[in-house]
Nanobody, 123 residues
Framework: VQLQASGGGPVQAGGSLRLSCTAS????????QTWFRQGPGQERTFVAA????????NYADSVKGRFTIARDNAKNTMWLQMDSLKPEDTAVYYC?????????????????WGQGTQVTVSS
């Protein structure tokens, strides 16, 4: 599975962005889809996950209430709607996929990764 992330860019604090991640084939519908992010000099950390058929949605505490993850299996696409952005949200955002719904916050359990899209939030 190849993943293509897009939608990043510069934005002012308090603004919004919508990231997209499109998969190359229909196995997308059977996989858990997740966003991670990596800030400058930081480790890659979990942001949000959505299992197949939307049975489980999970957010990092730092984004809960501000970010919304969604997917459309018919379009092989996942989105991350990011509202009320803060400077500390600045990072490269990566989409990732795996089969199964265990340990969704553990980046080492993911099989497929997109190339990343930069989000820069200015104060």
């Amino acid at each position: 599975v190849q993943l293509q992330a897009s939608g990043g860019g510069p934005v002012q604090a308090g603004g919004s962005l919508r990231l997209s991640c499109t998969a190359s084939d229909r196995t997308f519908s059977t996989y858990t889809q997740t966003w991670f992010r990596q800030g400058p000099g930081q480790e890659r950390t979990f942001v949000a996950a959505i299992t197949r058929y939307n049975s489980l949605i999970n957010y990092a505490d730092s984004v809960k209430g501000r970010f919304t993850i969604a997917r459309d299996n018919a379009k092989n696409t996942m989105w991350l709607q990011m509202d009320s952005l803060k400077p500390e949200d600045t990072a490269v955002y990566y989409c990732a996929s795996k089969y199964g719904a265990n340990n969704v916050r553990d980046r080492t359990t993911y099989d497929y990764w997109g190339q990343g899209t930069q989000v820069t939030v200015s104060s």
